[in-house]
């Protein structure tokens, strides 16, 4: 299947500062990426949907703000956590949608990253 | 509201059962489903998908059954393996703007020797 990249795997920060996390798609180009946050032992919270080249359209109750989303390309995405504190640490995972081969097709998931906020 | 926030439930089997998973969806408009299958500090995999105008669809090992009636999937695994543990996730794609991927509650398999 095709491949998707985030990086980093883990970062941890201290409160107040930014961290970004990059999503990729290496081999397919995607139109459409989605960030997702997760909790430990929970399910998969979908934060944002990004089109390439056009604002992220976020879920109810995400601070836009708080969660920059940048897809400048069709093989990147990122997402900007900024002025970060503990309540944000979190696992964090993009996933990315072929754009060749419709909506109706499974969405390739990154790694992951664990962001520790101290 | 999306469906999230609940503790997993826990399915355990005995190697080589089969293992049933269910999966409640929210939205009578999804049109494309798909089981995924994530091991700890890991991004969810792909296992199989199915499309609203089937209401089954088998791979290997699996069978993913649909019933749009009750917006009920479940996934079946055949002869179930160590390697099978894991926590499931059904995940719809809802026909909203861009189509987007919500996730249901999830389940852990848990396969005891």
């Known amino acids: 299947g095709a491949v998707v990249s985030q990086h980093p795997s883990r970062v941890i920060c201290k409160s107040g500062t930014s961290v970004k996390i990059e999503c990729r798609s290496l081999?397919?180009?995607?139109?459409?990426m989605f960030w997702y946050r997760q909790f430990p032992k929970k399910s998969l919270m979908l934060m944002a949907t990004?089109?390439?080249?056009?604002?992220?359209?976020?879920e109810q109750g995400v601070e836009k703000d708080k969660f920059l989303i940048n897809h400048a390309s069709l093989t990147l995405s990122t997402l900007t956590v900024t002025s970060a504190h503990p309540e944000d640490s979190s696992f964090y995972i993009c996933?990315?949608?072929?754009?060749?081969?419709?909506?109706?097709?499974?969405?390739?998931f990154g790694q992951g990253t664990r962001l520790t906020v101290v | 509201g999306e469906s999230v926030g609940l503790h997993l439930p826990t399915l355990s089997v005995q190697e080589g059962d089969n293992s049933i998973i269910n999966c409640a969806y929210s939205n009578s408009a999804s049109d494309y489903f798909i089981w995924y299958k994530q091991e700890s500090g890991k991004g969810p995999q792909f296992i199989i998908d199915i499309r609203s105008n089937m209401d089954k669809r088998q791979g290997q090992r699996v069978t993913v059954l649909l019933n749009k009636t009750v917006k009920h999937l479940s996934l079946q695994i055949a002869a179930t393996q160590p390697g099978d543990s894991a926590v499931y996730f059904c995940a719809e794609n809802i026909p909203s703007g861009t189509y987007k991927y919500i996730f249901g509650t999830g389940t852990r398999l848990k396969v005891l020797a």
């Open positions: 996933s990315a949608r072929d754009g060749e081969a419709g909506w109706n097709t499974e969405a390739f």
């Open positions: 990004s089109n390439e080249g056009s604002k992220a359209t976020y």
């Open positions: 081999d397919f180009q995607a139109t459409t």
